[in-house]
């Protein structure tokens, strides 16, 4: 296993992230929608200047052109290659892209309220939370990092699951009848008949996760033959 990619292991335990190619595709589509009020926004704001607005009408039409840049600078960079994280350093940070739909989505609520004199639209509240997400966005990808990860400990081998609310699957290694593992997906199988299928092909750390994989059909072996556990490889 490559150590300080995306494993964190000990002599004990090793934690993998299980990270989805699907479920960034999903991320991304869904950030995605936040462009389609930024460009409406950055037109009505550029054609608002060239009307020659004045006072805070030219303010708003400055707010929405310069949000609305980010958000799309920001939505680019999101699109870029990223290069793996070791596990132990975690995923710190804001997410500017959303901190800066929010900016937009304020953006359109300070303009109806100019229009109409109304400030606690739904905008607003969608702004409040697009903020929060933005700005928890450390701490709530390390929860579902940690959610989603595949963990082997001395006692047991467990694996997360793909939803937010789906239960993790943890078996002790006595439990345990079977771990197959190929190129392209890998299957654990109870005595009891439960199993947990995991698609090696839509993951984009799948060599990490393989080798746990591979480290877990070895502690299997050396609980059914009796031989006391050697370390996990790093």
């Avoid at 303010?59 to 960079?77: D, E, H, K, N, P």
């Avoid at 509240?125 to 701490?139: I, K, N, S």
């Avoid at 940690?146 to 081998?157: G, N, V």
């Avoid at 033959?225 to 790093?234: A, D, E, I, T, Y």
């Amino acid at each position: 296993m490559s150590a300080g990619q995306t494993a964190r292991a000990t002599g004990d335990e090793v934690v993998v992230p299980l990270r989805s190619r699907r479920r960034q595709r999903a991320a991304i589509a869904q950030k995605l929608q936040h462009l389609i009020p930024a460009a409406g926004l950055l037109f009505s704001g550029v054609q608002s200047l060239m009307a020659g607005v004045e006072g805070f009408e030219r303010v708003l039409a400055f707010v929405g052109i310069i949000t609305s840049a980010l958000l799309m600078g920001a939505f680019g960079r999101h699109l870029r290659p990223r290069r793996p994280q070791p596990a132990e350093h975690g995923t710190h940070g804001v997410d500017w892209m959303d901190i800066w739909a929010a900016g937009v989505l304020f953006a359109e609520a300070a303009e109806k309220w100019r229009v109409r004199g109304h400030i606690w639209r739904p905008e607003t509240l969608a702004a409040m939370a697009t903020l929060g997400v933005g700005v928890l966005h450390g701490r709530l990808a390390e929860a579902a990092e940690r959610r989603r990860s595949l963990r082997l400990t001395r006692d047991d081998l467990s694996i997360g699951g793909r939803l937010r609310f789906s239960r993790r699957f943890t078996a002790r290694w006595d439990e345990i009848a079977s771990i197959d593992v190929t190129d392209r997906e890998a299957t654990v199988r109870t005595h009891r008949g439960a199993r947990r299928r995991l698609n090696l092909a839509d993951l984009e750390n799948a060599p990490d996760v393989r080798a746990a994989l591979h480290a877990a059909e070895q502690r299997l072996a050396e609980h059914r033959s009796g031989q006391r556990f050697l370390p996990l490889p790093n």
